[in-house]
């Protein structure tokens, strides 16, 4: 008896537990590359030509190992525009009856999958190395499911940078030395820029007639395709990059976008790189004294202790956590996010680099985008919908958790204690932005006062019975209740001022 084994863009792995419980003699891959996953929501072209252009290397890569592969290409006539459709229409041609499928990282596709007239295995991704029963056991009866003291259950279980039952060199955690301001100079040259090869440009073409006015600048593409030159990527950011990353991985600069970053996001989040060796060889490089413990553990800090944990809590929540709004935020994403033009530097900067490499960091999504939204009250429905679109590395599991978690506290403090605001001042501090903007970081209040000045101060007031309480937060309010009346009531008036011009689509 024949049966499928599903195969989906962000599962690119040998080693998938699908693929693990097929029979290579029996058993049918279906790999499909359909409208609706293209298109549920306005994905940048970088983004849609790497998974097709690594979806079709990896299916030729099983099929040099043996596997026989269905494969639906986008203009295939027959594409039925959908996975379920494309199950059904290859069951039907092979007249199987059952499916495996690796659980997939995002709840409208499971909702789907499970709602197929085919008898459906889904099998857990063990990729992750928490799995959502232990996920669960940890945060049960918790009140507070602070990832710290996950990760540390993570160190312990992987072994990573570990001596025995204690932390390697008496602490769990470096971050108090990784938040230096941006140096004056970046040794690093950046990732690894592949050529696109006649299969990639085969991908771009047909990305360019379908996708052409998204969001987001299609060429020049450079991103790696298959796991060669993903672990390629990863090594030359080992030798070059890891060193410095833990000192400066908080600090932005215009005209350095990559900093000592690795970007190897995209390629873990897809399945070209397994999380567990992109440590390994992290902790190798601390081991021989080619990095610091702080840059190491900094690193493997986001990977087993922030990836794993944002994908538990996706999991935990369910399917109605995107649509989380505890501060009832209702005001629409200014255009800005999409390109229009804006005297804002900071978030011109991050724009642009988004629409040019499909990337930014993860200080420049959340205390620049993310905090820009957070403080305007921008609808956390819209903001998700732009983050899941715009980022090479975005699927909802990972997503989710950070912007209406983290970012914009939209899930009332399940991920963060306290929302991550900020005024202008934390820009300027990690960043080169600041400089010759229109705006003035130094202004607290006037036509040219920083906008994260102005609207700081208004969205601590406007939740102030929901924040003044917080241990955290407690000092902010002090600061407030001593400010002059006269300057108090300035500050709010000159931040409706700004908001009322944004919600009319002005430029701001």
Not at 466 to 490: C, H, I, L
Request: aromatic share 12%; with cysteine; glycine share 8%.
């Amino acid at each position: 008896m024949t049966r499928l084994v599903l195969v989906l863009g962000d599962q690119l792995s040998e080693g998938l537990s699908a693929l693990r419980a097929a029979d290579k003699d029996r058993d049918i891959v279906v790999m499909a590359e359909v409208a609706e996953e293209a298109g549920y929501v306005p994905h940048h072209p970088k983004k849609i030509a790497f998974l097709f252009a690594a979806m079709r290397k990896f299916a030729q890569r099983l099929q040099d190992a043996g596997w026989r592969v269905a494969y639906t290409r986008l203009d295939d006539t027959d594409n039925s525009g959908a996975i379920c459709g494309e199950l059904l229409r290859r069951a039907a041609e092979h007249d199987a009856t059952g499916v495996i499928a690796t659980q997939p990282g995002e709840w409208r596709l499971i909702g789907a999958l499970s709602e197929m007239p085919l008898k459906l295995h889904i099998i857990r991704d063990d990729r992750f190395i928490a799995s959502a029963d232990a996920f669960e056991a940890w945060a049960k009866d918790k009140k507070q499911l602070r990832m710290e003291y996950f990760y540390r259950e993570m160190r312990r279980k992987t072994g990573l940078l570990m001596e025995g039952e204690q932390p390697a060199g008496g602490k769990w955690n470096y971050d108090h030395d990784n938040r230096k301001p941006a140096p004056d100079d970046v040794k690093f040259e950046g990732p690894l820029m592949f050529e696109p090869d006649n299969a990639v440009e085969e991908v771009l073409d047909l990305v360019a007639a379908r996708f052409g006015g998204n969001f987001g600048a299609l060429r020049p593409f450079w991103f790696a395709t298959d796991r060669d030159q993903a672990l390629a990527q990863l090594d030359h950011w080992i030798k070059g990059g890891l060193t410095e990353f833990g000192d400066y991985q908080d600090a932005m600069l215009a005209d350095r976008p990559f900093m000592y970053h690795s970007l190897i996001s995209l390629y873990i989040n897809a399945g070209l790189l397994d999380p567990l060796e992109v440590c390994q060889k992290v902790e190798a490089a601390w081991q021989a004294g080619k990095a610091p413990l702080n840059a190491a553990e900094g690193f493997i800090r986001q990977i087993i202790g922030w990836r794993e944990y944002v994908r538990g809590i996706w999991y935990r929540e369910g399917p109605d956590y995107t649509r989380r709004n505890i501060l009832n935020h209702s005001n629409d994403l200014p255009s800005m996010y999409w390109g229009a033009p804006t005297d804002m530097r900071c978030i011109s900067q991050t724009v642009a680099q988004t629409r040019d490499q499909a990337y930014a960091h993860h200080i420049q999504r959340l205390m620049v985008t993310g905090n820009f939204a957070l403080l305007a009250g921008i609808d956390p429905w819209q903001v998700h919908e732009w983050y899941l679109a715009v980022y090479a590395d975005a699927y909802e599991w990972v997503e989710a958790p950070n912007v209406i978690g983290m970012s914009l506290f939209a899930d009332g403090g399940i991920i963060a204690s306290k929302p991550y605001v900020s005024s202008g001042n934390y820009i300027d501090r990690m960043s080169d932005y600041c400089g010759g903007c229109a705006y003035k970081v130094k202004d607290k209040t006037g036509p040219k006062a920083c906008p994260f000045n102005l609207l700081y101060w208004h969205f601590l007031i406007r939740h102030r019975d929901r924040f003044s309480s917080n241990p955290r937060m407690g000092q902010m309010y002090a600061t407030w209740d001593r400010m002059d009346v006269e300057r108090r009531k300035t500050v709010l008036r000159d931040a409706d001022t700004f908001l009322a011009k944004m919600q009319a689509g002005d430029r701001i």
